[in-house]
């Protein structure tokens, strides 16, 4: 499974941006699609996932300000961020888990910056 991530960018706080990922190859074998993201010293952390039957999670951190949605095509997926705060500065890595849950790929990192 490839995945391509777009989107991204430098915004001031209170902006939006929108993420997209797209998945191609066996999609057959992943259990949904998300985001992690990963800030200088800092873990990575999930930011959101939907799964192929259309549940979603949140960090607790992002909800009520960012939604998880897929596309028509199902091997997409969009992440719209609103109400960006400085604290959502980090590198943002599309995810795909396996059926089993036991794997994981990835995407390209994308870089979101917001400025206070």
């Known amino acids: 499974v490839q995945l391509q991530a777009s989107g991204g960018g430098l915004v001031q706080a209170g902006g939006s941006l929108t993420l997209s990922c797209a998945a191609s190859?066996?999609?057959?074998?992943?259990?949904?699609l998300g985001w992690y993201r990963q800030a200088p010293g800092k873990q990575r952390e999930l930011v959101a996932i939907i799964t192929s039957g259309g549940n979603t999670n949140y960090a607790d951190s992002v909800k009520g300000r960012f939604t998880i949605s897929r596309g028509n095509a199902k091997n997409t997926v969009t992440l719209q961020m609103n109400s960006l705060k400085p604290e959502d500065t980090a590198v943002y890595y599309c995810?795909?888990?396996?059926?089993?849950?036991?794997?994981?790929?990835w995407g390209r990192g994308t870089l979101v910056t917001v400025s206070s």
């Open positions: 190859g066996n999609i057959l074998s992943i259990s949904g």
């Open positions: 995810n795909a888990p396996t059926t089993d849950w036991r794997y994981d790929y």
